[in-house]
């Protein structure tokens, strides 16, 4: 008997990835290329609020890496944007009142943007402490997203408190390189190497400095916002549908086939017929999973490619276009090519 073991996927935000595909084409690296080499491909990290399986993203950061022959390339990644490129998230923590209270709410939503990563803040007598851990290792492109956080987070600091970085000391969860003073110069914050985790130390009277970006308004309205989709990852994590919807966008990504069913329980580490059957209780089924995936692309292909109606129907796994269009005017009342006409960019 085949004994299948629950397979935890975790995620990263596709504007990240868009980022970094961003950095390599300002550097004239052939973008495309390297998300090829990950498995992933434009239309997925094109989805405004996706989440990307960050196993793919750590593919492609290796890649890059090789390529670029940068080893701090996270460092690099890290400074440019400012809180609105981290969602809610970053709204919220820049809105809060104190350096207290915005490093709470980094602690209570930072998974939000990147859930193979825990965030932790703890505090005594002394000093305050955010304690940023992996949830599973990432190989060789670990360094990498601490890097990003690192400097992610020291960018906030210096827009939100501005003054006494100085007095902050960073521990990284790495050993100390030839080139570790490129941290020492990026950063005002006292940093040290070979620890087990990133972890920012603040004195306890920096803890009640006002941030200069408060606003409660905002403030408000981004907790909202994080709740809403805290609330949203946590059912992606317990239901079958989510995953499978997920795993539609991304599981094909190292094919040149739309992933079938036998494809995607294997994914999970479940039986075709287990996923069938958790997907009925769930109150769907594959099919409708499919059909929803390939309504969405088709979109995408008609809005923001040129190629024609038969290629996009091959792509989604249709043999004849007619068919193809029937299902698309089931979908909506234009055929394609009206909704191209009416919908390209």
């Not at 504007?15 to 090829?36: E, F, G, N, P, W």
């Not at 094109?46 to 701090?72: N, Q, T, V």
């Not at 209270?101 to 965030?119: K, N, P, S």
């Not at 006494?164 to 000391?169: A, G, M, P, T």
Request: glycine content about 4%; proline content about 2%; charged content about 25%.
């Amino acid at each position: 008997m085949t004994v299948h073991q629950k397979l935890e996927i975790y995620y990263v935000h596709s504007s990240y990835v868009r980022r970094t595909y961003s950095q390599l084409l300002a550097r004239d690296v052939d973008a495309l290329k390297v998300l090829s080499v990950s498995g992933l491909t434009l239309e997925q990290i094109s989805i405004a609020d996706g989440m990307i399986d960050i196993k793919f993203y750590a593919r492609f950061i290796k890649e890059a890496k090789r390529l670029l022959f940068c080893p701090w390339l996270g460092l690099e990644f890290g400074q440019e944007g400012d809180s609105a490129s981290h969602g809610a998230v970053g709204h919220a923590a820049a809105a809060c009142e104190n350096l207290r209270e915005a490093l709470t709410v980094i602690a209570q939503y930072g998974h939000l943007r990147a859930d193979a990563f825990i965030f932790r803040y703890v505090e005594n007598e002394m000093e305050g402490k955010l304690i940023i851990s992996e949830r599973i290792h990432l190989g060789d492109a670990s360094q990498f997203f601490f890097e990003s956080i690192f400097a992610t987070l020291v960018r906030g600091f210096q827009s939100v408190i501005a003054t006494n970085l100085n007095k902050i000391v960073v521990d990284m969860p790495f050993s100390e390189k030839m080139w570790s003073d490129v941290y020492r110069q990026f950063s005002p914050c006292q940093v040290r190497f070979g620890y087990d985790n990133l972890a920012f130390h603040f004195p306890i009277e920096m803890l009640t400095q006002v941030c200069i970006t408060s606003d409660t308004e905002v403030l408000n309205m981004s907790l909202y916002e994080c709740e809403r989709k805290n609330q949203s990852l946590s059912g992606r994590k317990q239901s079958f549908a989510l995953r499978v919807a997920d795993l539609l966008k991304r599981v094909d990504l190292t094919t040149d086939r739309m992933p079938d069913l036998s494809h995607v329980a294997s994914h999970l580490c479940v039986s075709s017929r287990t996923l069938m059957r958790k997907l009925k209780e769930e109150g769907t089924s594959f099919k409708e999973l499919l059909d929803a995936n390939h309504k969405q692309l088709a979109c995408w292909y008609l809005r923001n490619t040129d190629e024609s109606v038969e290629v996009i129907a091959m792509r989604l796994g249709y043999q004849d276009p007619t068919n193809f269009s029937r299902t698309f005017r089931r979908w909506y009342t234009d055929t394609p090519s009206e909704y191209r006409r009416r919908n390209q960019s």
